[in-house]
């Protein structure tokens, strides 16, 4: 995991330097502070998928390309079978594996994600991202809390909502979910 983040922060900085923008500029951004954005791009900070979306348009570019370091090259379909998603873990207690990674100029992006439990005392992090989500519990139990409304889903529960609501989940049963995360 900590490979994969940092080479993620090595293309953050990459991108940001040859479009010369300034730290500032980013982490104003991405709503966090110039110290958490140099601590992503270092790799010593986890990242999230909503900064990763918000950086990806910023910069013209696939969110693959920062979280794969590879352009999409497929335009008719992208097949991905059962297991084989390009998958990276950008926090400690988060897998998403990416389910259409290889499909140029795709309006959606859709994840198999995996969730950690963690100790109940833990705080959630929560995100907000522009556009919509679908998340689908395929195994397991969480809770997902939007704003201030906390929702218990299981296997086979779905919920489609306004991302730009802070949201954020937690494994429950101190056992990990799987869920289909669709980011729209």
Known sequence: ????????????????????????EMAALCDISVDKYQQMESGESELSVANLQ?????????LDVL???EEP?????????????KSV????????ESLASGF???KADPFIVTVEPKPADTPKEMNSHSGQEFNMVLEGKMELTIGTKSLILEAGDSIYF???HPHGMRALNEKPVRFLAIIF
């Open 67 to 69: 979280m794969f370091g």
């Open 89 to 96: 873990e950008r926090r400690r207690a988060y897998n998403y």
């Open 162 to 164: 306004d991302a730009t």
């Open 1 to 24: 995991m900590d490979e994969q983040i940092k080479q993620i922060g090595e293309r953050l900085r990459g991108l940001r330097d040859v479009l010369d923008i300034s730290l500032e």
């Open 104 to 106: 140029r100029g795709r």
């Open 73 to 85: 090259k497929m335009s008719s379909y992208f097949l991905t079978r059962k297991g084989q998603g």
């Open 54 to 62: 918000k950086i990806a348009k910023k910069y013209g570019v696939s």
